[in-house]
C-alpha cells in the first residue's frame, strides 16, 4: 500500500507551523502527529535546487528513499520531506542513509530495520579490486 498525498498548499503549511523539523544537509524532514490512523507524506522541492529536470530528479529519488523506510502502519502523521541543494546531485542510496538517520532522530519507526524485513534494494556499488 502507497502511502496518502499531501496535495494542497495549507496541509504542507499547518506541518510546517505546528510540526517539529529535522535537519540534514541533503534533506529537512517535517513530522507533525495527527489524529488520524493513516500516514500521509508530502514532497517539495524549490526552485532553488534548479531547474524541473532537477526538481523532479530530486523528487524520485526522495521516493525511492522513503519506500524503504517508511512503514505505513505507523499510525497517524503528517511527514513533510523538503529537499536541499544536493539532493538531485546524491544517488538513492545515499539519500537512504539520510532518510535512516532522520527517522531515528525523529523517533519514527523504520521499516528496514525490523527483523525479517528484506534489505535495501539499492546498495551502494560494489567495487572490484585492481589486479
Keep these: 500500500m502507497r502511502y496518502r498525498p499531501i496535495r494542497r498548499n495549507g496541509e504542507f503549511g499547518r506541518v510546517y507551523a505546528r510540526g517539529k523539523s529535522y535537519v540534514n544537509q ?8 495527527t489524529r ?3 500516514t500521509r507524506v508530502g514532497l517539495t522541492a524549490t526552485k532553488k535546487i ?8 530530486a523528487r524520485r529519488v526522495m521516493k525511492a528513499a522513503i519506500d524503504e523506510h517508511l ?3 505507523i499510525g497517524g502523521y503528517d511527514l513533510v520531506f523538503v529537499a ?9 542510496w545515499q539519500l537512504s542513509a539520510i532518510v535512516a ?5 525523529a523517533g519514527l519507526p ?13 546498495l551502494p556499488p560494489v567495487r ?3 589486479a
Design 110 to 122: 523504520d521499516k528496514a530495520k525490523q527483523p525479517g524485513a528484506k534489505p535495501p534494494a539499492t
Design 26 to 33: 541533503a534533506l529537512v524532514l517535517y513530522v507533525l502527529k
Design 50 to 57: 534548479g531547474h524541473a529536470v532537477q526538481r523532479n530528479r
Design 71 to 73: 512503514d505505513y502502519n
Design 84 to 92: 536541499r541543494g544536493m539532493t538531485p546531485r546524491l544517488k538513492s
Design 101 to 105: 538517520k532522520l527517522f531515528a532522530q
Design 36 to 38: 488520524s490512523k493513516r
Design 128 to 130: 572490484k579490486p585492481e
